[in-house]
């Protein structure tokens, strides 16, 4: 019997062929991985694995937390870099635990330049290009550049982030690659053999002029935002019960759908708190032989399809699995229909759901 609410089956060695596609696309040196919010909901231990035993090396988390859980997994070849960089009185644990920063403001560079001379340290230092989310500003950098305890602070890498890397016409694109490149040539100067970080998945998929020297793709890997990548995620929902429905009945909270005709209709396991966006409700559909409409609002436990178009002998048995994700259903179109974005699904996706993992 089962005991999960639904079934989340992700394959691995789809996760594999994305990184090999970007990595091969990439003209720079080394591909890495963003693995952020358990890999983007999908399990930090399966997936860090299988990218490192791919040959991935570099591995980019959010939070000094999710470092600490990437390191005690990896072997010690992999380089872990946090995007949040150091808070407060936090420096000393990444060099103890070898974690890499992202150093996003002045006030923290100048904390990581505080620490002991002869400590061993790797750092990453963020800039703004354009975005103005995290970065120090060009005349931040030129300070810091200036520092005379910079060369003992480990600085591995400069990084910038794109804001519209998924719209290659949009002209920001080239105004951040500009402003990068300044930054990086200043940078370089002072440290010949700093590495340059531009492009997360969509900014791959750019000209190799924005590529640099270490990619840092996210979502990509996890099937989503170009058609040669492969699909990753599946979610079945296991149906709890079969019924009829009259004409003129209604589903649901609030009673928004109202049978034309007598329907059939399966209510299954897995809801708003496992990730089923309450935004789906009444729009999207499952599969299971046949298209299945959702009807009325997605709950917090379960949601409702319409299986009138089923035969008989095609009704689903209690506990078989309807498809809400996977091979007919894609997470773009899926999220698109939500009014989101695959990021927001993926990580969505709940404890409740059983990860199951393929090969
Ligand atoms: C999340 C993130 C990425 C990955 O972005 P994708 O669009 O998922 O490839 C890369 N760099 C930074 C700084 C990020 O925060």
Same mark, same amino acid.
Not at 346 to 354: A, N, Q, V, Y
């Given at each position: 019997?089962?005991?999960?609410?639904?079934?989340?089956?992700?394959?691995?060695?789809?996760?594999?062929?994305?990184?090999?596609?970007?990595?091969?696309?990439?003209?720079?040196?080394?591909?890495?991985?963003?693995?952020?919010?358990?890999?983007?909901?999908?399990?930090? &231990?399966?997936?860090?694995?299988?990218?490192?035993?791919?040959?991935?090396?570099?591995?980019?988390?959010?939070?000094?937390?999710?470092?600490?859980?990437?390191?005690?997994?990896?072997?010690?070849?992999?380089?872990? +870099?946090?995007?949040?960089?150091?808070?407060?009185?936090?420096?000393? +644990?990444?060099?103890?635990?070898?974690?890499?920063?992202?150093?996003?403001?002045?006030?923290?560079?100048?904390?990581?330049?505080?620490?002991?001379?002869?400590?061993?340290?790797?750092?990453?230092?963020?800039?703004?290009?354009?975005?103005?989310?995290?970065?120090?500003?060009?005349?931040?950098?030129?300070?810091?550049?200036?520092?005379?305890?910079?060369?003992?602070?480990?600085?591995?890498?400069?990084?910038?982030?794109?804001?519209? &890397?998924? *719209?290659?016409?949009?002209?920001?694109?080239?105004?951040?690659?500009?402003?990068?490149?300044?930054?990086?040539?200043?940078?370089?100067?002072?440290?010949?053999?700093?590495?340059?970080?531009?492009?997360?998945?969509?900014?791959?998929?750019?000209?190799?002029?924005?590529?640099?020297?270490?990619? /840092?793709?996210?979502? &990509?890997?996890?099937?989503?935002?170009?058609?040669?990548?492969?699909?990753?995620?599946?979610?079945?929902?296991?149906?709890?019960?079969?019924?009829?429905?009259?004409?003129?009945?209604?589903?649901?909270?609030?009673?928004?759908?109202?049978?034309?005709?007598?329907? /059939?209709?399966?209510?299954?396991?897995?809801?708003?708190?496992?990730?089923?966006?309450?935004? %789906?409700?009444?729009?999207?559909?499952?599969?299971?032989? &046949?298209?299945?409409?959702? %009807?009325?609002?997605?709950?917090?436990?379960?949601?409702?399809?319409?299986?009138?178009?089923?035969?008989?002998?095609? %009704?689903?048995?209690?506990?078989?699995?309807?498809?809400?994700?996977? *091979?007919?259903?894609?997470?773009?179109?899926?999220?698109? *229909?939500?009014?989101?974005?695959?990021?927001?699904?993926?990580?969505?996706?709940?404890?409740?759901?059983?990860?199951?993992?393929?090969?």
């Amino acid at each position: 019997m089962y005991q999960y609410a639904g079934v989340l089956q992700i394959n691995l060695s789809a996760i594999r062929s994305n990184w090999r596609l970007l990595r091969d696309r990439f003209q720079g040196q080394f591909c890495g991985a963003v693995i952020k919010a358990n890999a983007y909901g999908l399990g930090f &231990a399966p997936v860090a694995q299988a990218l490192y035993s791919e040959g991935c090396r570099h591995f980019f988390v959010a939070t000094f937390d999710e470092g600490v859980q990437v390191k005690r997994l990896l072997p010690s070849p992999a380089r872990i +870099y946090v995007l949040q960089g150091c808070k407060r009185g936090t420096e000393k +644990y990444f060099v103890e635990r070898g974690l890499i920063p992202v150093l996003s403001s002045l006030p923290m560079v100048e904390r990581w330049l505080s620490l002991a001379a002869d400590d061993v340290k790797r750092c990453v230092i963020k800039v703004n290009s354009g975005m103005n989310r995290l970065g120090l500003a060009p005349a931040e950098l030129q300070r810091v550049l200036c520092d005379e305890r910079l060369p003992s602070a480990g600085l591995q890498m400069l990084m910038s982030h794109m804001a519209c &890397a998924d *719209e290659p016409q949009n002209p920001l694109n080239q105004e951040q690659l500009r402003r990068f490149t300044q930054m990086a040539d200043s940078c370089a100067q002072v440290v010949p053999a700093v590495q340059l970080s531009l492009a997360n998945s969509a900014t791959v998929f750019l000209p190799a002029a924005f590529h640099f020297d270490v990619a /840092r793709p996210g979502i &990509a890997l996890y099937g989503s935002g170009n058609g040669l990548l492969s699909p990753v995620v599946s979610l079945y929902l296991p149906v709890l019960q079969v019924r009829d429905l009259s004409a003129g009945e209604t589903v649901g909270y609030g009673a928004t759908f109202r049978a034309p005709q007598d329907m /059939r209709i399966a209510i299954v396991s897995g809801g708003y708190a496992d990730g089923i966006l309450r935004s %789906l409700s009444n729009i999207t559909h499952g599969w299971y032989h &046949a298209k299945l409409p959702l %009807l009325g609002r997605v709950s917090m436990d379960s949601c409702v399809f319409d299986v009138s178009a089923l035969s008989q002998s095609q %009704l689903p048995q209690e506990g078989e699995l309807i498809e809400l994700l996977g *091979e007919h259903r894609s997470i773009d179109e899926v999220a698109a *229909e939500a009014g989101t974005v695959s990021y927001e699904l993926l990580t969505h996706l709940g404890h409740r759901l059983e990860r199951r993992y393929c090969e």
